[in-house]
């Protein structure tokens, strides 16, 4: 397991310390806005196609992954308690450990499948292995788009009704 850690790149660590540090933020509640909620999501997609592998059963894996965890993450995420700011366009959110555990699950996936690909790179190449890595990649990214999309309602619905209150 040393050896592991030890082999593992420095720059994973930073990525490691700035999804603690998103998660634990989100824990404590803050402020999001229309941008905000769409960059997370949009980098998290980039990500997780650029190391996809070039193959038709990843990539619909991969788009099955991600719709289910889109829908899942509208069941997991509510908007109950959100605000809207005196901008109009910010939504003051309370916190939740939902974000942290979807960001590790995210970290985990990523790390587990980077790191068979380091130590076994022909195991990924395998059928059950690219529907594994499509799968879960597509699952984890779609749990934070899932999350984008309750919150973009919200906002919508907040500003619709003139900042009252959600239940």
């Known amino acids: 397991m040393l050896d592991i850690l030890q082999g593992t790149p420095v720059w994973v660590y930073a990525v490691y310390l700035w999804i603690c ?13 229309r941008r905000s909620l ?17 193959s038709m059963l990843s990539s619909g894996a991969w ?15 509510n908007a109950n308690g959100a605000r809207l700011e005196t901008d109009g366009d910010t939504l003051m959110l309370p916190g939740t450990w939902k974000t942290l555990l979807i960001s590790q699950l995210f970290f985990a996936v990523k ?9 076994h790179p022909l195991l990924l190449s395998t059928p059950s292995m690219l529907a594994a890595v499509g799968g879960a990649s597509g699952l984890t990214v779609g749990l934070f788009c899932g999350r984008a999309i309750t919150l973009q309602r919200a906002l919508a619905a907040l500003r619709r009704n003139k900042g009252i209150v959600l239940p």
């Open 38 to 54: 769409m960059i997370l999501p949009a980098v998290l997609v980039v990500w997780s196609l650029i190391s996809l592998a070039p």
């Open 111 to 119: 790390y587990y499948f980077g790191y068979q690909q380091a130590v």
């Open 21 to 33: 540090y998103y998660g634990i933020k989100a824990c404590l509640g803050g402020r999001e806005n």
């Open 63 to 77: 788009v099955g992954g991600a719709v289910i965890g889109s829908l899942l993450g509208m069941l997991l995420f």
